[in-house]
Structures are given as C-alpha cells and as structure tokens.
C-alpha cells in the first residue's frame, strides 16, 4: 500500500473531508480522537462512515483514528466505521502487544456484524509513549493486520517531560524513537510512517528539514495536518526521475551479469552485488506504484452533494 503522505481530517468536518477528496494525498485518516469533542463523536462516527466511499471513489485509502481503549469508545467507533471501503484504523496509544490484540478481536466482530470478510481492515498503531517505544517488537508481531507503525511525537515528548514546543531544530530529543520505529518496521516487513510536523505551519524550512530527515532515517511516508505539506512529503519519499533511470541500468546491467554466472561487477564507477541490485527493484516497485496511483483520475473540484451519491 502506498503511504508516503496521511492527512488528518477531523470526522466532524464536511468542508474537510470534501477538499481532501481532490487533494493528491496517499491516505485520509479522518480523526475522532482528539480533533471532536466528547458530545459530537456519535455524530461524527456517521459522518465518517458516509465520508469514506467518497475518499476511496478518488483513489485515495481510508483511515479512521479511532479513540484508545483506556476510553472504552472504540467499540463504538468501530461499530459505527467498519464498512466496505475501509482501509483501516489506527490506534493512537498503542503501548503494548494486549492492546493490539483487543483491537483486532473488536474488528473481528464489527466486520462480522458489516458482513465483509474477516481480516480485511488493517490496523496503524500510533506509538505515542515511551511504553510503547519499548514493547514495539511485540506490538508490530501481535496481529497480521498490522501493515505501518506511526509515531506520535507529540504525546510522546509530553511522556518524556519535555515541551514540544522547544524541541531542538535537529530533533535528537526523537531520533532514538525514530530510528527504533524505522528498525523494527523493516525486521517486520511493515512501513514506518514519520510523525505530523509539530512546529508553526508558516515555518516551512524547518518542516522541509523535518521531512528531509524522515526520508534520510528510512520512513516510507509522514503524517500530516495541512493539504500545503501533501506535495513535499510527496515529494521526499519518491524516488527522482533520474534515480529511477538509474535503478533500470542497475538492473538490467546485473540481470545480464547474473545470466553469465557473474555476482558482482562493476557498475557506473562503484561496485554492485545482490544487495544493490535489490534495492534499486524496490525503487522501481514504488516508482510503480506512484505512477499506477498518478494515472488515476481526480476531480479539482467536487460538490458536497457526492456524499449523498451511492455507487
């Protein structure tokens, strides 16, 4: 699945959900977590499940941030959300395997009552604690759902003691989380999405530094909050045109080598093995994925009254 750019959108908000369907964003997760008040999350669990067919008739994978288990509203939201169309849910306060086990045995159940097929809506757990950082292995094994892991950097600096908002321009405060994250998700075969940008929208270096340093420490895609940080995140986590140039030399060039019995050869003034030569298929997979994504048609604009169209 393609993630390199998730956008929140609070469940409460059709302006929202109706211009993130013509944005050219990966995923949507429409958030009935912290973005709704206490009084609207019934509301906005129907709102969000009318929003998804929208999302998903435009290409773009449907999420859902459903409440954490210490609220005991997630059996709600999932009652209320799990329907054809889902890609998935994700789980803010992951801190250990119990709590992705409970969530997959309640998705059993709501997918069972929505008569779609068992297993089909993945699970995201969001790693917001220092808890969750430790027990991480366990947590990316619990549950064949699981496709990403997500770090939360907010919650998770607030479990450290320290003020989000004078964390460091370099972030070491969240390299050691980050680079935890990104090593388990790859010993487990998962993606590792990279934190929302917790500083000023209007600070747009620093935001460009912070996605820069996702794609550097080896995360598949980043969260964010605002449809302006959808096309650099885009952007950082595709490989460029002459890196995928590259990548088709690189193969074709060991392909032949490998067909004369050679595992090693010399390629554009560097050696190159096995392990170069995988890297540069899996390049060319994501540059699939992108363009097959791209070709996909959107609308600039689309009118409130979608919502009311069925298929």
């Given at each position: 699945?393609?993630?390199?750019?998730?956008?929140?959108?609070?469940?409460?908000?059709?302006?929202?959900?109706?211009?993130?369907?013509?944005?050219?964003?990966?995923?949507?997760?429409?958030?009935?977590?912290?973005?709704?008040?206490?009084?609207?999350?019934?509301?906005?669990?129907?709102?969000?499940?009318?929003?998804?067919?929208?999302?998903?008739?435009q290409?773009?994978?449907?999420?859902?941030?459903?409440?954490?288990?210490?609220?005991s509203?997630?059996?709600?939201?999932?009652?209320?959300?799990?329907?054809?169309?889902?890609?998935?849910?994700?789980?803010?306060k992951?801190?250990?395997?119990?709590?992705?086990?409970?969530?997959?045995?309640?998705?059993?159940?709501?997918?069972?009552?929505?008569?779609?097929?068992?297993?089909?809506?993945?699970?995201i757990?969001?790693?917001?604690?220092?808890?969750?950082?430790i027990?991480?292995?366990?947590?990316?094994?619990?549950?064949?759902?699981?496709?990403?892991?997500?770090?939360?950097?907010?919650?998770?600096?607030?479990?450290?003691?320290?003020?989000?908002?004078?964390?460091?321009?370099?972030?070491?405060?969240?390299?050691?989380?980050?680079?935890?994250i990104v090593?388990?998700?790859?010993?487990?075969?998962?993606?590792?999405?990279?934190?929302?940008?917790l500083?000023?929208?209007?600070?747009?270096?620093?935001?460009?530094?912070?996605?820069?340093?996702?794609?550097?420490?080896?995360?598949?895609?980043?969260?964010?909050?605002?449809?302006?940080?959808?096309?650099?995140?885009?952007?950082?986590?595709?490989?460029?045109?002459?890196?995928?140039e590259?990548?088709?030399?690189?193969?074709?060039?060991?392909?032949?080598?490998?067909?004369?019995?050679?595992?090693?050869?010399?390629?554009?003034?560097?050696?190159?093995?096995?392990?170069?030569?995988?890297?540069?298929?899996?390049?060319?997979?994501?540059?699939?994925?992108?363009e097959?994504?791209?070709?996909?048609?959107?609308?600039?604009?689309?009118?409130?009254?979608?919502?009311?169209?069925?298929?």
């Amino acid at each position: 699945m393609l993630l390199r750019s998730m956008l929140y959108v609070p469940g409460n908000s059709v302006r929202m959900a109706v211009r993130a369907a013509t944005l050219p964003v990966d995923a949507v997760i429409f958030d009935l977590e912290d973005a709704v008040p206490l009084a609207e999350k019934e509301t906005s669990r129907y709102l969000v499940k009318e929003f998804i067919p929208l999302i998903k008739r435009q290409g773009i994978n449907a999420f859902v941030r459903v409440n954490a288990l210490t609220t005991s509203l997630t059996e709600e939201d999932l009652e209320a959300i799990v329907s054809k169309g889902l890609d998935g849910v994700v789980l803010p306060k992951s801190e250990d395997e119990q709590d992705l086990l409970k969530l997959d045995t309640l998705l059993f159940a709501a997918e069972r009552r929505a008569k779609i097929p068992p297993n089909l809506v993945k699970i995201i757990p969001l790693i917001e604690s220092a808890k969750g950082i430790i027990n991480l292995i366990q947590i990316a094994k619990s549950s064949k759902r699981i496709i990403a892991l997500a770090f939360g950097a907010g919650d998770y600096c607030r479990d450290l003691g320290l003020d989000v908002a004078h964390v460091s321009r370099e972030e070491v405060e969240l390299l050691y989380a980050r680079s935890h994250i990104v090593n388990v998700s790859k010993a487990t075969g998962v993606l590792a999405i990279d934190t929302p940008f917790l500083g000023l929208l209007t600070d747009r270096v620093r935001f460009l530094e912070e996605v820069r340093l996702a794609s550097m420490l080896g995360f598949n895609g980043k969260q964010c909050i605002h449809p302006s940080q959808i096309e650099p995140i885009n952007t950082a986590f595709t490989p460029s045109s002459s890196e995928i140039e590259q990548a088709k030399r690189l193969v074709q060039a060991f392909e032949e080598a490998k067909s004369r019995g050679i595992g090693a050869i010399s390629f554009e003034g560097r050696m190159i093995d096995e392990m170069s030569y995988q890297q540069a298929k899996q390049r060319l997979s994501l540059a699939e994925l992108i363009e097959e994504k791209t070709k996909r048609s959107r609308e600039p604009y689309i009118s409130i009254l979608e919502l009311f169209r069925r298929k």
